[in-house]
């Protein structure tokens, strides 16, 4: 399955009027899913409660797999911690494989994501190497900076997102999470209230009319 560039997305979208024109967001099929939900057909390799692996119908190698998590995101950022783990550690049951059946010297991975995420949903890439397979890196052209200044930027940002984690290690929850877990219980509250009030209300007039 090629990425972008010589991208073939299968992704069936549909962006109602009142929605935000991000078609990535907005998934009336995905081919993934159905896969992930043996609606389509693969040849899978092993499965867990969170992951779907299956051969790579154009593989850079015989054995070239998708890692597909059962969660539709299109990226690493999106998924939650256990998602990760489960990726990797099938990655690491995958590449010993390799080892055993093809006597792979060594292997490739590769994860392409966000609005470079072909097909919409993330996918990861884990195929045997050899030393004589003839697969290379395909590097844009034009020159690009190495410098400490790129380090520095780079590390700044690290550290400030790193101060965005809590002391369990867990992300800080996510803004709008927070005003809606916060704002619902409040308004759930405020309509009780105000039918209490209604129901009051009625029952008042009610004992007032039988009363006359």
């Not at 896969?35 to 390799?45: M, Q």
């Not at 499965?47 to 998590?69: C, Q, R, S, Y």
Request: proline letters at 6%; charged letters at 25%.
């Amino acid at each position: 399955m090629k990425e972008p560039g010589g991208g073939d997305k299968r992704t069936v979208l549909l962006a109602p009027f009142w929605l935000p024109a991000d078609p990535r967001r907005v998934l009336l099929m995905c081919l993934f899913c159905d896969i992930a939900n043996h609606k389509s057909k693969a040849h899978i390799v092993c499965e867990t409660e969170k992951t779907i692996t299956f051969l790579d119908t154009d593989p850079v190698n015989e054995g070239h797999v998708l890692i597909v998590p059962r969660l539709h995101v299109d990226s690493l950022l999106e998924l939650p911690d256990e998602y990760v783990l489960d990726i990797t550690s099938t990655a690491r049951r995958i590449i010993r494989a390799y080892e055993d059946v093809y006597h792979a010297t060594g292997y490739g991975v590769m994860q392409n994501g966000g609005a470079c995420c072909a097909f919409g949903h993330f996918h990861f890439h884990v195929f045997p190497r050899f030393s004589d397979d003839g697969y290379d890196w395909i590097y844009p052209k034009g020159d690009k900076e190495v410098s400490e200044q790129v380090a520095v930027k780079l590390k700044d940002e690290f550290g400030e997102t790193m101060g965005r984690f809590s002391e369990t290690g867990e992300p800080s929850p996510c803004p709008l999470r927070t005003f809606v877990s916060s704002s619902v219980p409040v308004f759930i509250s405020f309509l009780l209230d105000e039918l209490a009030g209604c129901f009051r209300q009625t029952a008042s007039a009610l004992s007032g009319s039988l009363l006359r």
